[in-house]
Nanobody
Framework: QVQLQESGGGLVQAGASLRLSCASS????????VGWFRQTPGKERDFVASINWIGMPDYADSVKGRFTISRDNAKNTLYLQMNSMKPEDTGVYYCGQRTRIKNSDDPDDYEYWGPGTQVTVSS
C-alpha cells in the first residue's frame, strides 16, 4: 500500500508564503496524478490543486494566481507553494495519490492519502 506524508504546515500571517511537501512511497508515483486538498472541522474535504503524470496542473478558482503545484519524480515528492495567503486558506492540508494519470477535482478519485498538515493564516 502507498504511504504519503505531508510536511511544511504552520502558522503565518495574511500575505505570507508557505511551502508544503508530500513524500510518497508508491512505486507508481511518476505514472499517476497527485493532488492537494484541504479541510476544516465539520466540513467536506475541498480541492486545492492537482498535477498529472507529465506535470500539467489544475487549480481551484480560489487559489489561481497564488498557489503553484509541482512534483519531483526523482524524489517521489509533491509540492505546493502558497503565496499571498489569506485567512480562508486555513485548514488541514492533505496530499492524495490516484491510480490513474488524469487530474481530478473529486477526492473520491484519490486512492491514497497522507495524515495531513495544519496550515493557519491569521489576519
Amino acid at each position: 500500500q502507498v504511504q504519503l506524508q505531508e510536511s511544511g504546515g504552520g502558522l503565518v500571517q495574511a500575505g505570507a508564503s508557505l511551502r508544503l511537501s508530500c513524500a510518497s512511497s508508491g512505486r507508481t508515483f511518476k505514472d499517476v496524478a497527485v493532488g492537494w486538498f484541504r479541510q476544516t472541522p465539520g466540513k467536506e474535504r475541498d480541492f486545492v490543486a492537482s498535477i498529472n503524470w507529465i506535470g500539467m496542473p489544475d487549480y481551484a478558482d480560489s487559489v489561481k494566481g497564488r498557489f503553484t503545484i509541482s512534483r519531483d519524480n526523482a524524489k517521489n515528492t509533491l509540492y505546493l507553494q502558497m503565496n499571498s495567503m489569506k485567512p480562508e486558506d486555513t485548514g488541514v492540508y492533505y496530499c492524495g495519490q490516484r491510480t490513474r494519470i488524469k487530474n481530478s477535482d473529486d477526492p473520491d478519485d484519490y486512492e491514497y492519502w497522507g495524515p495531513g498538515t495544519q496550515v493557519t493564516v491569521s489576519s
